[in-house]
């Protein structure tokens, strides 16, 4: 290590982490004050869930590999905060940064903290007012402790404040998920999924689904595969099935209701593929958070299939509508007819985040330096 530079933890666990922490590690690596590493915690170590993700988005293999892999929510929290306090004693970073709300983002937020060491959250401030959504308890935890919170959105800074934190330890920087999108842009139009599988252009929809409440509980999922065969008839499908949801279709013995010459179930895709896919298509259904971001910046209409969502401005200002088993079909063919229009992306969803992160970063190291 350089003693000039400032060793910064840039920390993921999971699928939706790596698309946030690679424009901050291609930003910090070109800043000659930073030096960032990346640990994977190793809360998801499939190829198309993890390493497919690194090889698209240009981040090298990890620095620190965790390998905590699956578990109850107690096993994985406290087997990442076990080995990741151990490596931050080894290295003691400058700073460490952690981001969306997985079970990696509290975990090591946690251990850091109590280690003083300090911790900035990006993505900071959503809440879905739901406690029952262990991310949720993420967020919440997550922003309670830490030292530095980045937000993508106004509503954002709202609920950190109303819980409490002050207002020089909060900074809105944009969404970090569009710096991802932007720098990747034409792989993802030259992708053309759906062409690939022989879709038109516009003429399809995706479907995504992994929240335990949507893919544990049998006359859920079965009212949920009930409605897409129904929507099946009107437009062709394409379903990544996710693990969880894989694991809970053969589980439950779904495989033969999911069958539909116009569904497609296909493996998780990489970053590239998934958005050339959604780019695309004229119709997203998820229970995504980040997809109801990247759904709004491109203007496609998006039903969320939850009770609540942490990211309100996707509804007030873009394409979201939150959905029930027993609308999701009217609310699908109605948003089939009617294309998403009177939407706009929110401020500072521009692709320039990781330079606003970055720069705040830097002042807040210069002034610590100052103050010592
Ligand atoms: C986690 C996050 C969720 C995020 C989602 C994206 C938490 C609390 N949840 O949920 O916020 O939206 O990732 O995918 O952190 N599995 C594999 N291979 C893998 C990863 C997981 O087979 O590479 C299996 C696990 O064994 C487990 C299931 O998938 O049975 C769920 O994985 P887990 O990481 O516990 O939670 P997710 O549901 O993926």
Not at 68 to 74: E, R
Not at 75 to 96: D, F, K, N, S
Not at 162 to 168: K, Y
Request: charged share 20%.
């Amino acid at each position: 290590m350089n003693d000039s530079k400032t060793l910064i933890h840039l920390v993921a666990g999971a699928r939706p982490n790596f698309m946030k922490i690679a424009p901050l590690w291609h930003t910090l690596s070109a800043c000659s004050w930073a030096e960032p590493l990346v640990i994977h915690t190793g809360q998801h170590y499939d190829a198309n869930m993890s390493a497919a993700f690194f090889d698209d988005l240009g981040l090298p293999a990890p620095d620190h590999s965790l390998e905590i892999g699956s578990g109850t929510h107690g096993e994985q929290t406290g087997r990442t905060m076990i080995a990741y306090e151990a490596l931050c004693l080894r290295q003691r970073p400058g700073w460490v940064i952690v981001v969306g709300d997985v079970n990696a983002t509290a975990a090591c937020a946690l251990a850091a903290r109590k280690l003083c060491l300090p911790v900035a959250h990006l993505e900071a401030g959503l809440r879905s007012g739901d406690r029952s959504m262990p991310e949720e308890i993420n967020r919440i935890v997550t922003d309670a402790i830490a030292d530095l919170l980045w937000t993508p959105s106004p509503d954002a800074d709202e609920n950190l404040r109303r819980e409490g934190r002050p207002d020089q330890v909060i900074e809105r920087v944009g969404n970090i998920m569009i710096d991802a999108y932007e720098r990747l842009r034409p792989r993802i139009e030259a992708a053309a999924k759906g062409a690939a599988l022989g879709l038109q252009d516009r003429g399809y929809g995706v479907v995504t689904l992994h929240r335990p409440v949507n893919v544990d509980n049998k006359a859920q999922l079965t009212a949920i595969c009930d409605v897409l065969i129904a929507l099946a008839g009107d437009l062709p499908l394409v379903f990544p099935v996710h693990p969880r949801t894989r694991a809970a279709i053969d589980r439950l013995g779904l495989q033969d209701l999911l069958s539909h010459p116009n569904l497609r179930l296909v493996e998780p895709l990489g970053y590239v593929d998934f958005m050339s896919l959604v780019t695309g298509a004229c119709l997203v259904i998820t229970d995504s958070g980040g997809i109801q971001e990247e759904t709004t910046y491109l203007g496609i209409p998006c039903l969320t299939l939850r009770d609540s969502t942490e990211r309100p401005i996707t509804i007030t200002q873009g394409t979201n509508q939150l959905v029930t088993t027993s609308t999701l079909l009217t609310k699908a063919r109605a948003a089939l007819k009617d294309s998403a229009s009177g939407t706009r992306r929110p401020d500072l969803w521009d692709g320039k985040t990781a330079e606003r992160v970055a720069d705040s970063l830097r002042r807040h190291i210069q002034g610590a330096a100052a103050a010592a």
